[in-house]
């Protein structure tokens, strides 16, 4: 039988996460029903979707998970916000010329500050031997290699699979700019990446420091721990 958690009480987490997490929650419900019902009805069933998969994580891991950590949560309730209501229902990446470059060092500074988070989890469990600075190399690295799939990706759909759905779906072509060509704004992008992860990993340290200097632990490292905890029982 899996494991069930839900290691904080939603009691026990602080009043201003909770009403972060409700507000940024009530935003992207009021925006994404508006856009399923008068505007980009793509955008707006994936950013229904997306929130319905951070609500009800029971569902989609077997019931091993009941809460996803509020931290995390939080993190990833910005980036549906800022790319699937902001920059793609409302068109922010055609209005804005640097807006995709706002989004690439956003969302690799959160990959950067949540990998650094689980993989401190594991070291703090001892299923893991590695100083600081091979946890950040290894952070880092790994942001930089989802931006480099992400770029290839982008080609994949813009190359073959564009030309065959394109005009059914409101999404356009991915790679290139206002103000770049394909190649340089993909260079751009992977440089931007790196700088995400760099930054993120590298707030994520200086988070588990300072709590360290108080003899505590971040609230979400407790809250992945329990996590991967329940997970190794049998």
């Known amino acids: 039988m899996h494991g069930k958690s839900c290691p904080v009480h939603q009691n026990h987490i602080p009043a201003w996460k909770r009403y972060i997490r409700g507000f940024l929650r009530v935003i992207i419900l009021i925006n994404a029903l508006y856009q399923v019902l008068f505007?980009?009805?793509?955008?707006?069933?994936?950013?229904?979707?997306?929130?319905?998969?951070?609500?009800?994580?029971?569902?989609?891991?077997?019931?091993?998970?009941?809460?996803?950590?509020?931290?995390i949560e939080i993190l990833f309730l910005i980036i549906i916000f800022f790319e699937l209501i902001v920059a793609d229902a409302y068109n922010f990446y055609s209005l804005i010329p640097y807006y995709d470059k706002f989004m690439h060092l956003l969302v690799s500074f959160i990959v950067g500050i949540v990998g650094m988070m689980i993989i401190y989890t594991f070291y703090a469990l001892g299923k893991l031997q590695a100083s600081t600075g091979v946890m950040f190399s290894l952070i880092v690295l790994i942001t930089m290699g989802l931006g480099a799939g992400l770029e290839m990706a982008e080609y994949f759909y813009d190359q073959i699979l564009y030309p065959l759905i394109g005009p059914y779906l409101p999404t356009g072509l991915t790679q290139g700019s206002m103000i770049a060509s394909p190649l340089v704004d993909t260079m751009e992008d992977l440089y931007v990446d790196t700088l995400g992860g760099i930054l993120g990993a590298a707030m994520g340290i200086i988070l588990i420091k300072r709590e360290e200097m108080k003899g505590k632990e971040l609230e979400v490292i407790d809250e992945l721990e329990a996590l991967a905890s329940e997970k190794d029982e049998p």
Not at 43 to 69: D, H, Q
Request: overall charge positive; charged content about 15%; proline content about 6%.
């Open 39 to 71: 505007g980009e009805v793509f955008f707006g069933f994936l950013a229904l979707a997306a929130l319905t998969i951070l609500l009800i994580p029971r569902v989609f891991t077997k019931n091993r998970v009941y809460v996803v950590p509020v931290d």
